[in-house]
């Protein structure tokens, strides 16, 4: 009795072993059948999701065009509308490479101005990607990128400051946006001084109004909406 009470873990773990081996050998065996099965399950599962979506109330089915419009009736943030305890406000979206390209969205903080831009670059994905939207209805023209600049982050092992971060993830939006592109803009000049700040947000705006890109630049920096006496699209 001492001996089995002694050696019985021992025992049970080399009997599992030798189970799991012989399932490693089995699956292996049949992968390819496995692989094949798991993505049509895989695709089944994400078919389901979307028609479950398409069934739900106050979902729409958007319309993709090749213009350069995105144009949402209503529009709400899906997660949070589902997480949220109190009842989401719909929101519209206009935005062109003509007379509205660059929204300038400012606000105290906590009024929405994150969830409004996520929400807006959210339903563009939803909807290139087959699915219905939460909105009254929706016109989007095809949207080729989304470039986001969102929160404040450093990576001090690679001696980069959140200004630092923050700048190169800029520049790699100006470097390579198109003009089917959507950006997301959410506090551009953080982590340095407020002057500096605000030139870099105002010369970044410039730079986009000039571009005719389909922008949305939330931001603290209320003189930003001043370019919107002066320039065009603003």
């Not at 009997?15 to 699956?27: A, D, G, V």
């Not at 028609?51 to 213009?67: D, G, H, M, R, V």
Request: with cysteine.
């Amino acid at each position: 009795f001492e001996e089995k009470i002694l050696t019985a873990e021992e025992k049970i773990l080399k009997i599992e072993n030798e189970i799991l081996q012989r399932l490693k050998h089995e699956i292996l065996n049949h992968s390819v059948s496995l692989h094949n099965l798991a993505s049509r399950v895989a695709a089944l599962d994400a078919l389901y999701a979307l028609s479950a979506l398409a069934l739900s109330k106050n979902f729409c089915l958007p319309q993709i065009t090749e213009e350069t419009t995105l144009d949402v009736q209503d529009g709400r943030h899906p997660v949070v509308e589902k997480t949220s305890r109190e009842s989401f406000v719909p929101n519209d979206t206009l935005l062109d490479c003509e007379e509205n390209h660059l929204i300038i969205l400012t606000g105290p903080n906590m009024a929405g101005k994150s969830t409004y831009i996520r929400q807006s670059a959210l339903l563009v994905i939803l909807a290139q990607m087959g699915s219905y939207i939460p909105a009254r209805s929706a016109r989007i023209g095809i949207v080729d990128k989304i470039f986001t600049r969102i929160g404040a982050h450093d990576e001090i092992a690679k001696g980069q400051s959140t200004f630092m971060v923050e700048m190169r993830e800029a520049a790699d939006i100006l470097n390579n946006l198109s003009p089917r592109s959507l950006i997301i803009l959410d506090e551009i000049g953080r982590g340095t001084s407020t002057y500096d700040g605000l030139s870099l947000a105002w010369s970044l705006a410039e730079h986009l109004q000039k571009q005719k890109v389909r922008t949305l630049f939330a931001t603290h920096f209320h003189e930003l909406t001043d370019l919107a006496m002066t320039m065009p699209g603003v």
